[in-house]
């Protein structure tokens, strides 16, 4: 089956911490995984991915502050991000590739299967 299911997101203050999850549903080897965001009027971007091979790539935009991880029993994708700022507002997107790489990439038209996206909104 393929399915990714994103939650966690909400409206935190400046400087807030957030988890976002990505759920994932009947497969049989984990697939490498992309963390997108989009702001209205704005481009989708790239945030942070995990490969099959747990290889990890961030956006300069949030190196140092937000880190991606996976439970492979729960089959879950997560986005920490720390010290949250308003320019991180946006709609968060989880996404898988098909395509097995050692790392993996921030380039959306790479993924195939894409979540419904969460809401993140940082605003004093």
């Known amino acids: 089956q393929l399915q990714l299911v994103e939650s966690g997101g909400g409206l935190v203050q400046p400087g807030d911490s957030l988890t976002l999850s990505c759920r994932t549903s009947?497969?049989?080897?984990?697939?490498?995984i992309g963390w997108f965001r989009q702001a209205p009027g704005k481009e989708r971007e790239g945030v942070s991915c995990?490969?099959?091979?747990?290889?990890?790539n961030v956006a300069d935009s949030v190196k140092g502050r937000f880190t991606i991880s996976r439970d492979n029993a729960k089959k879950t994708v997560y986005l920490q991000m720390n010290d949250l700022k308003p320019e991180d507002t946006a709609v968060y997107y989880c996404?898988?590739?098909?395509?097995?790489?050692?790392?993996?990439?921030?380039?959306?038209?790479?993924?195939?299967?894409w979540g419904r996206g969460t809401q993140v909104t940082v605003s004093s």
């Open positions: 996404a898988e590739t098909h395509v097995m790489l050692r790392s993996c990439m921030l380039s959306e038209n790479e993924y195939t299967v």
């Open positions: 009947g497969f049989t080897v984990d697939y490498g």
């Open positions: 995990i490969s099959s091979s747990d290889v990890t």
